[in-house]
């Protein structure tokens, strides 16, 4: 509960800062959005999982601190987690069996950019996240037919809070639009009650940004 006053807190104070700040400052307001490539790190049960598909979308606050640097909030739908696929033959038949465990976060980045020129710029700093939803999809198939089951998971089994650190780049192509990347490596065990390995959140992000003007 204490991390997630504090991650609200920060997010508050912030966005605040950047209404205060717009009209001598040139803080600029704007959309982004684009895929997420995510993994879960480390866990027995997980030694053979790949990496999921997923989305990221919100909004961002860019706000001038000098003349070559800014500092950049913003608050994300983070589609994270991680997929298993396994294949056999048995009888003729191929099946295959693919399992993804698919978490939903609200993320509050808080990016620090060194703008290297008007147009591209390099960011670090913290992200704070919170789950708001939890899902397994299974999948199975054979050569003949396939069926699909969704089950809803427990987020009393997971911590609320994700604590992560990004480091990233971008390119504004266009006055207002622009691509970026970005990787966070997730610090917080996402699995409360944990016994074994930690298991922590990584995620590479690729996208567009608009920035209104």
Do not use: H
């Amino acid at each position: 509960m204490k991390k997630l006053i504090l991650g609200l807190a920060v997010t508050a104070s912030t966005l605040a800062f950047a209404q205060q700040t717009t009209s001598t400052s040139s803080a600029t307001f704007g959309v982004k959005g684009g895929m997420n490539v995510s993994s879960l790190s480390n866990g027995a049960d997980l030694s053979d999982s790949k990496s999921k598909i997923g989305f990221n979308a919100g909004v961002f606050a860019n706000i001038p601190l000098a003349s070559s640097f800014s500092v950049q909030p913003e608050v994300l739908y983070n589609d994270l987690g991680s997929k298993v696929t396994r294949e056999f033959t048995a009888g003729g038949n191929t099946y295959r069996n693919e399992y993804s465990r698919n978490l939903g976060y609200i993320a509050v980045p808080v990016m620090f950019q060194y703008n290297a020129t008007p147009e591209f710029f390099l960011e670090a700093g913290p992200e704070f996240g919170f789950l708001v939803s939890a899902k397994d999809k299974i999948k199975n198939s054979t050569n003949s037919n396939s069926s699909t089951q969704i089950a809803t998971l427990d987020k009393d089994d997971f911590q609320t809070f994700n604590f992560g650190i990004g480091i990233g780049a971008g390119y504004y192509f266009l006055p207002n639009l622009g691509i970026t990347a970005r990787y966070t490596a997730g610090l917080t065990d996402i699995y409360k009650n944990n016994s074994g390995d930690a298991v922590k959140n990584n995620v590479f992000q690729v996208g567009l940004a608009y920035k209104f003007k």
